[in-house]
Each structure stands twice: as C-alpha cells, then as structure tokens.
C-alpha cells in the first residue's frame, strides 16, 4: 500500500475517534445518584483540588480561557459545588473552593478516571513504551498541523 494510502487512512481513523471522543465529552455521567456532570465540569472540580484554585489557576490547569472558566464556575455554583469568595491580596480574583457535594463528586470523578486510565492501559499493553511515545509524538504533530490548517484552501495549493 502507498504511503499516501496509510496516511488517508490515518487521519480518517483519527477523523472516527475525534467523532467518538466529542460524544464521550458531551455526554453527561451520573456519578452520584441525581448528580451528572459533564467531563469537562468535573475536571473543573479536579482542577480546583483540595486548597482551592483562582481562576487563573484554574485556565491554566485545564487549558482554557477565563471564559470558559467564568461559564463553568458559575453553573457549578449554582449546583451548589462550589463556592467562590474573593482574594484578600487581589479582589479582582476569585479563589474557588469546593463544597462537600462538590469534593465527594470530585473524589467519584477522579476514581472513574482512574479506572478509565487503568483500562485503556491494558488495552494498549499490546505497543511498547516507545510505541506509545510515538503515538504521543503523533498526536503533537497533528494537533500543531490542525491549528495552522487555513480557512482558505485555495491558499494552500
């Protein structure tokens, strides 16, 4: 098979998986009985951790903008998980902090992931150590390939 042909195939299997990734993302868990959460709130708990978290702390953690931070800290407020109180040095930051719902939500979410990690670790027990550093190189490469793709192809001919 030519080179172009695995390279298609490649990117139409990353294509499937990106589709399958977005799902799981979008898909509420229900990890306490009447509490779902979507991953990325629940990575939000996580990311506040046991002392509390600025915002600022908080975008960098998860990679994200304050936006994103702000719109998630203000629904998992009003779900009673967290609660904000203002910086003593700085009153224009907030320090999140969770609520005992929200670190028992936390703690739940973080076995899960655990869990998840533990399993696709033996379902990739079948690649190396340096096949997998290959894969981790792979996904650089096509995230930084992704991020220049121009919203003009007939530019790039």
Request: hydrophobic content about 35%; aromatic content about 8%; proline content about 1%.
């Amino acid at each position: 098979m030519e080179r172009i042909e695995l390279v298609k195939r490649l990117l139409l299997e990353r294509q499937k998986s990106a589709k399958q990734l977005r799902r799981f993302m979008e898909t509420k868990r229900e990890y306490l009985p009447g509490m779902a959460l979507l991953m990325k709130e629940a990575h939000f708990l996580s990311a506040i951790g046991d002392e509390g978290a600025t915002g600022t702390e908080i975008a960098e953690r998860m990679e994200t903008s304050l936006g994103a931070v702000s719109q998630l800290a203000n629904r998992l407020e009003k779900e009673g998980y967290i609660t904000r109180m203002k910086v003593k040095e700085d009153k224009r930051q907030s320090l999140f902090l969770l609520t005992e719902t929200g670190k028992t939500l936390q703690e739940v979410h973080d076995r899960y992931d655990e869990t998840g990690y533990k399993r696709m670790s033996e379902r990739l027990s079948r690649y190396t150590d340096e096949e997998l550093e290959n894969l981790i190189e792979y996904e650089k490469i096509a995230g930084i390939i992704y991020s220049n793709i121009t919203t003009k192809p007939y530019e790039s001919f």
